[in-house]
Structure formats: structure tokens, C-alpha cells
């Protein structure tokens, strides 16, 4: 009888470990917010391809550096929260909310840099009256915004944890994809708006 038990253990481990993490309401606001964004970069593509002078002349005005710092803040960010997720799993909520402390700091510090960078540039004479920089402040201000919604559901994390009775790994889970979300989609705008000539 001992050999059947192990047997259905190792099939429910299996499973467990190919479900996909989190709550499929998360997966599908993620999925809608990743569509949308799609949208927001095909009618960027379609502008940048009628006036690619005037868009490649106004790119050089963006410094890289900051927009590699930033990169580098948000993906570091991703492996706090993706250790955040482990420590939960191992049943370490303590260990798990100072991870997602340090995931939620980066996010500061990239919105400190981007406003920073705004600031820059607003003050250069780069607004909105420029193409290339209305699609720059609209995709980066987009983006903000969810870095700031992605904040507060690292919140809400944080507030499960600390709740024994509420603790569900699936919640920081749900957090954790929102979180990759956000850092997925300023990996394609840095792409779009810094790189790409």
C-alpha cells in the first residue's frame, strides 16, 4: 500500500508543478494589458516608418545610459520578486516579504529615474509638440502607471504574507506575474524607443 501513496504524491507534485502559478483572473489581465500594449507598438512602428527621419533625429536626444540603468533596476527588481516566490513556496513568508521589499524598491528607483529623465528632457524643449516625444511620453507614462499599480499589488502581497491566515502562495504568485508583466513590456518600450534606429 506504501507504493500507490508515493505514486500519488509524485503525481500531485507533478501537476503542482506544471499548473501555471497564480490566479488565471491575473493571467488574463495580464494577457489583455500585453494586447493592448501590442497595439500602442504597432501604431508606434506604423508612425516611425512614415517619418523615420524625424523620429531617428529626435532619438538622439535620449540618453541610453538612463535607459539601461533602468532596465537593469526593473530586471533586478523581476529576481527579487521571482526569489520572493520561492521563499514563499518554502514556507518562509518573513524571508519572502523582505524580497518583496527590495523587488518593490527598484520600482521606486525606476520612477525616480524615469521622472528624473522627464524632467530632462521637458526642460530641453522635448515635449509633446514632437511626434517621436508624444509617443515616448505616452508609452513611458503608460507604462508608469502600471509600475505604480504593480506597487501596490506588491502591497497587497506584503499584507497577505504577514497574515497567517491569509497566506496563499498563489497570491504572491498573481503578484509576481503582474510584476514580470510590467518589466516584460519597459524591455520592449526601452527596445522601441532607445535602440532600435
Not at 503525481?11 to 490566479?23: E, F, I, K, W
Request: aromatic share 12%; net charge positive; glycine share 8%.
Amino acid at each position: 500500500m506504501t507504493q500507490p501513496d508515493s505514486l500519488t504524491s509524485s503525481t500531485v507534485d507533478r501537476r503542482a508543478a506544471g499548473r501555471l502559478p497564480g490566479d488565471v483572473d491575473m493571467w488574463v489581465m495580464v494577457l489583455g494589458d500585453l494586447i493592448i500594449f501590442a497595439g500602442y507598438f504597432v501604431i508606434f512602428m506604423v508612425y516611425r516608418a512614415m517619418n523615420p527621419a524625424e523620429f531617428l533625429a529626435a532619438q538622439q536626444h535620449l540618453d541610453i545610459n538612463l535607459g539601461v540603468l533602468n532596465t537593469v533596476i526593473l530586471l533586478t527588481s523581476s529576481w527579487f520578486i521571482a526569489r520572493s516566490v520561492l521563499a514563499a513556496r518554502a514556507g518562509h513568508p518573513a524571508k519572502a516579504i523582505r524580497l518583496v521589499y527590495a523587488g518593490g524598491a527598484c520600482g521606486v528607483l525606476f520612477m525616480v529615474v524615469k521622472g528624473y529623465e522627464w524632467a530632462a528632457k521637458i526642460s530641453a524643449g522635448h515635449t509633446n509638440s514632437e511626434m517621436f516625444y508624444a509617443f515616448y511620453y505616452v508609452l513611458t507614462g503608460v507604462h508608469l502607471v502600471h509600475v505604480l499599480i504593480g506597487l501596490i499589488v506588491l502591497g497587497v502581497v506584503v499584507r497577505e504574507l504577514r497574515n497567517p491566515g491569509r497566506r496563499r502562495t498563489s497570491m504572491v504568485e498573481s503578484g509576481a506575474v503582474y510584476w514580470h508583466m510590467v518589466d516584460l513590456l519597459w524591455v520592449v518600450i526601452f527596445g522601441l524607443l532607445y535602440v532600435m534606429r
